[in-house]
């Protein structure tokens, strides 16, 4: 691929009549994502990948980019195969070397849903989603002029949370009545996890509000729950810079409930 001077690629292999052949379609600028979502391959497709210019990264326990290094670009070349091995490379200024460990990732996941493998599990609880999809919103709300101290602050921010929506008080005692705590708001959004785990929040994907990103039906029946969790998870900024956010914006004592409320998602 490099003497053809295609860096940016979707990548197969064909099977026929016993013969296997390499082929690969220049991205033109396109996501890889945006060529995959949804596409099932052939029967004839013995593996699909993707060749594509990027930046190294780490990845936290919920397989959210943490931060990206001060290296120069890279080219990274996946491909996987029916049967789930996958081999990887990253050609760098110093040469060329195989990837660490098993390809993961979104582009590998997408890879291997066309092929209607199985991605990597999900994260054990929904916790992490509702935790950054609150904070999200007191972001928004609070830059958007709402108050930013005081009782009528927090019953406000209270309320912006999913577990107020989405949870029957009837069944959440502690939800008879507007948290009044970090703690009863803590129990709550454990309840709210247990009552939406991701394989229900998958075939209702209408639930979590967020315009920005694709939650269709149709998308989510694609994807495995590990990949929706995954593709779900990643339409948030990361939860430092949230949290930050949400010091920058609330008086002190607020934003110390807040905390409360949210940071045993990330210390476990």
Known sequence: MAE????????RVTV???????????LDGAHPLDMLFRFVAP????????SCRGWSHQVDRWGRIQGRTDEPPVNVTVLIDREGSAAGLLRTDQGVRALPGRPEGLVADACRRTL???????????EGLWALAWLDRIVETTTSGASR???TAWRRLVGLHPAVALLDPAAVPVLATLPTGPGALRAAA????????????????????MPWLDLTPRLAAWMD???WARWVLSGFPQPDDLRAAVHSLLAEPLAAAV????????SA
């Open 4 to 11: 053809a001077k295609v860096e940016d690629a979707i990548l």
């Open 16 to 26: 026929i009549d016993g013969r296997s052949t390499l082929a690969w379609f220049p």
């Open 43 to 50: 029967p004839h497709w013995r593996a699909v990948g993707v």
């Open 116 to 126: 209607g493998l199985p991605t990597a599990p999900p994260p054990d609880s929904t």
């Open 149 to 151: 101290s005081g009782p």
């Open 190 to 209: 454990t309840g709210l996890a247990e009552a939406w785990p991701w394989p229900r929040i998958r075939s209702e994907p209408q639930v979590i509000r």
């Open 225 to 227: 729950d590990g990949m």
């Open 259 to 266: 905390d409360q409320v949210v940071e045993r998602v990330w």
